[in-house]
Each structure stands twice: as structure tokens, then as C-alpha cells.
């Protein structure tokens, strides 16, 4: 069976990034922060993985905190 599928919402990136909500949304509407797998109702979400590659390059401090 293939692994679990690992999404994000700016919650999660919020916390990951210990940021503010507000810079949460700011970082996720920057040209260069991955576009979302998904929108639903409830907001936008991401592959973890791909806001983890972001965070290496944009973030690479934070990369040795990654789950």
C-alpha cells in the first residue's frame, strides 16, 4: 500500500514556520511559495512536501525541524 498522502493548510504552515497567521498568508501568496494541490471550502492546502522543499531553500534554518 502506498504511504499516506501529507497535505497542508496555512495552519499547519503557520506552526511549521512559527509565524504569525498573517505572515502565514503572506509567505503562501508569494510568487515563488508552491502552488496549492487543492482548494476547499475551508481554504487552500499544499503537499507537505512541497512547502518542505520551499522551506530548504527559502527557509534552510528551519529545514533540520522538519517531521
Request: proline share 6%.
Amino acid at each position: 500500500m502506498a504511504g499516506k498522502l501529507r497535505l497542508m493548510g496555512a495552519g499547519e504552515i503557520q506552526e511549521r514556520l512559527g509565524v504569525s497567521r498573517t505572515r502565514a498568508y503572506q509567505l503562501v501568496a508569494r510568487r515563488d511559495f508552491p502552488e496549492p494541490y487543492a482548494e476547499l471550502q475551508m481554504g487552500k492546502i499544499w503537499l507537505a512536501s512541497d512547502v518542505e522543499d520551499w522551506i530548504r531553500v527559502n527557509r534552510p534554518h528551519l529545514a533540520d525541524d522538519a517531521p
